[in-house]
Antibody
Framework: EVQLVESGGGLVQPGGSLRLSCTAS????????MHWVRQAPGKGLVWVSR????????TYADSVKGRFTISRDNAKNTLFLQMNSLRAEDTAIYYC??????????WGQGTLVTVSS | EIVLTQSPGTLSLSPGERVTLSCRAS???????LAWYQQKPGQAPRLVIY???SRATGIPDRFSGSGSGTDFTLTVSRLEPEDFAVYYC?????????FGGGTKVEIK
């Protein structure tokens, strides 16, 4: 069974940092692109970032570029999102998802990040 | 970045009805790289359609997608109770991916 389990969310003050992790199982992690997508409470989906199969290529939404860094460890079947200079508007459920370079077909259940003083 | 506008925001329909959802892009989407997702309350999204018209694995054939350029549609030929949800379009034709704001299909 395919599983993606996010962790690392929580409450952080504005300007702070947080590192999210996503552990994959049930499929060959190193064969898939990985994405982060977020959703503010009661709002729509917002794509955040993606990383190529071997980690050699990454892209970001304009709203997080320069503040967030996506990375992966294929040996440990784990995806990461390092989030710096956090703002209130970064408050959301963060989902990791696997799939193609553009679309995704496996999703985790998400981890909540709350940015507040 | 490419902005996707979905309309209408909410649709109130009955089971058995046909529904067509619209997704309009601010610029042409390369190679019709457009996907549709379904999301139910408290759940992660589920891929329905990719490449504008290809059904994802396990998606029933009452779902169909069409379109090219800047205008795309998702059609559900006969709504089943489990189809009531929020639907999002997403483009992946540019290096920065974007989602539309979503259309909620609710039971009338």
């Amino acid at each position: 069974e395919v599983q993606l389990v996010e962790s690392g969310g929580g409450l952080v003050q504005p300007g702070g940092s947080l590192r999210l992790s996503c552990t994959a199982s049930g499929f060959t992690f190193s064969n898939y692109w990985m994405h982060w997508v977020r959703q503010a409470p009661g709002k729509g989906l917002v794509w955040v970032s993606r990383i190529k199969i071997d980690g050699s290529y990454t892209t970001y939404a304009d709203s997080v570029k320069g503040r967030f860094t996506i990375s992966r460890d294929n040996a440990k079947n784990t995806l990461f999102l390092q989030m710096n200079s956090l703002r209130a508007e970064d408050t959301a459920i963060y989902y990791c998802a696997s799939g193609d370079s553009g679309y995704t077909y496996y999703w985790g259940q998400g981890t909540l990040v709350t940015v507040s003083s | 970045e490419i902005v996707l506008t979905q309309s209408p925001g909410t649709l109130s329909l009955s089971p058995g009805e046909r529904v067509t959802l619209s997704c309009r892009a601010s610029q042409s989407i390369t190679n019709s790289y457009l996907a549709w997702y379904q999301q139910k309350p408290g759940q992660a999204p589920r891929l329905v359609i990719y490449a504008a018209s290809s059904r994802a694995t396990g998606i029933p054939d009452r779902f169909s997608g069409s379109g090219s350029g800047t205008d795309f549609t998702l059609t559900v030929s006969r709504l089943e109770p489990e189809d009531f949800a929020v639907y999002y379009c997403q483009q992946y034709g540019s290096s920065v991916l974007t989602f539309g704001g979503g259309t909620k299909v609710e039971i009338k």
